[in-house]
């Protein structure tokens, strides 16, 4: 079987080029027709990326900025005339797809898979798709990491990575854990080579490459390109695509790391069972378990509490008494016992000193945690002394408090939550917490790294955020962050949300969504935190807690006080206020202004809506005021009363993006605008003639009371 390199002249796309998912302008092809570079589908939508082309359907092989919500029908795909290639989802509103610097003077898409931009010249690359991996590997691509992706109809990052470290070794480890001595598996690279799809491994610049994805077999005149997928599953494949007179192609798994899943480490978790037909994995659990869930693959728990299980039960209950059958072969045994003593003592110490020379790889697990592959198990001993005894405070709120630390592996700075107000008898729940947060894998959510459960400690551990919160940046700020930082905020919230509810296993309502849990990098991309911990607090500790559920006041959606079924809608409805005070630059309700109907942001925005005055909000900023408008009607329309009138996180992306038409919002009749005032709103706010008028002191009394935290 030869190689053949690519021989055919590379296609180049000329500047001003662009392509539509809608028309039959959809996408750029090579010149064998094997590979296309645009638009595909997505879910509702539609994604940048290169994929190989078959009758039998589309093998997606790169995908841009992954992580990303599907575009609607409306973007468009530029290689614009001053040489950067990008979306446009909207007037105004780019997104990038090549990161250069350098202006490009043509593209092309090639017979490798590879998408480059050229320079000056079309033999000059300056930037090309094989640089930047999703989850697939092409001929002639470096191996660089990779990253799974979280399902096989979605290209967002899941649960593990691959590495070639020095010897030779592919690795694959959880996406959480990162590089650590104990991963998920590994293999010798070279194991790859037997047929010659893969060069061999350079020991000197840790680079393992495919030589070529292309061979062809001129006497059946077949063609056969080849990928290496690390899988949903976390296994590295090698698929070969055979092309035929037709263009169907024949997909086959020419290797895998392992030819049985479950010798995969923890496939099954903790507890779990795992039987295999030679290709799909069967999960069930040892007896006296339960699944922790109906996938099966996050481990089993106790079918009962030991304590409160046993405490139940009558005495005679408790004996498990079985007749032996066999009587004589234990009297037999008895008697040997002294012959074999000292065969017993040597498989002793032999087991003490491997066990001693393996000890250094694992850490002891607390009593009663669970072990879970994608988060590390500290002890509280561990985040004592990381923390310096708890000594520096980040942040205090209803959970908990935040401290500073740095873990000695890698050196790294984390962010250590004690939990407060925990529900004592929830262990079983805790653990499946743990799992559930630990799989949650997004750009815009702050990384659960381990946790703690020791007793009544039960600690979490964050990757440190080192910009601050939100509501730092907003409100404590000088100055107001520049208008576009904000828009990109403002998205980068919404996406979080839309994984959150759209893409995760296991569909999450945050619960909290307010400035102070949304956090910043040094990048100033912003993460959402304490998603989903509102689940593990006690039901009786305060009445914010139990009223609210955890959502705080002022961002808490009209349901919770009326102790009505709670949705994703109410999530849609917090980030409706987080919008608009992005937007304003100022909290949501504010008694130091200049007049009574600026107090409650919404209600003024809403009044300066339907007056034609939103520069009012923005105070003299250059801002653009078709972006403006769209921010505050999406806003407006995030917080009506009725949860049905509420758009869906992914429509308040598609507005935000412009890529769909933001309708006029209706008035809210309501909490949403008086929020604070409930019981005592007469007394405190009240409208006559169209003018707001308000009680400071009274005001002032209120909030103290009831433990509100207005911005000052």
Known sequence: MGVRAQTAEPKLIELGSSLSPMDGSSSWVSPSGHFAFGFYPQDTGFAVGVWLVSQSGKTVVWTANRDDPPVSSNTALEFTRNGKLLLRTGPGEEITIADVAESATSASMLDSGNFVLFGDNSSFIIWQSF?????????????????????????????????????????????????????YWTVDARDLNDKGLLSSYDATSNILTLASNISSDDANNETIIYRATLDVDGVLRLYSHSFGNSNISTVSIMWSAFKNPCDVKGLCGVNGLCSSNGTNANCSCVPGFVSINREKYLGCYRSFNNEEGCRGQEPESLYNITTLINVKLILILASSLGSIAFLCALVAVSSFFIYRSQVHRYRKLSENAMEEFTLRSFSYNDLEKATDGFREELGRGPFGAVYKGTIAQGNRTIAVKRLEKVVEEGEREFQAEMTIIGRTHHRNLVRLLGFCMQGSKKLLVYEYMSDGSLADLLFNGEKRPIWRERVRIALDVARGIFYLHEECEV?????????????????????????????LLRPNQTGTISRLGGSSRGYSAPEWQKRMLISMEADVYSFGVVLLEIVCCRSNLDINVSTGDEILLCSWVYSCFVAGELEKLVEGEEVDMKTLERMVKVGLLCIQDDPSLRPTVKNVILMLEGTMNVPVPPFSNSSSFLMYMHPHTEAIFFRRNGASTYNKNFMSMYLIENSVEPSK
């Open 507 to 535: 569909r999450i309502i945050h619960g909290d969504i307010k400035p102070k849990n949304i956090l910043l990098d040094d990048s100033w991309t912003a993460k959402l935190s304490d998603f989903r911990l509102a689940r």
């Open 131 to 183: 640089q930047n991996p999703t989850d697939t590997l092409l001929g002639g691509q470096n191996l660089s990491n990779i990253l799974s992706s979280s399902k096989t109809e979605s290209p967002a990052i899941g649960g593990f990575f691959l590495s070639l470290q020095s010897g030779g070794r592919i690795v694959s480890y959880p996406y959480n854990m990162g590089v650590s001595e104990d991963p």
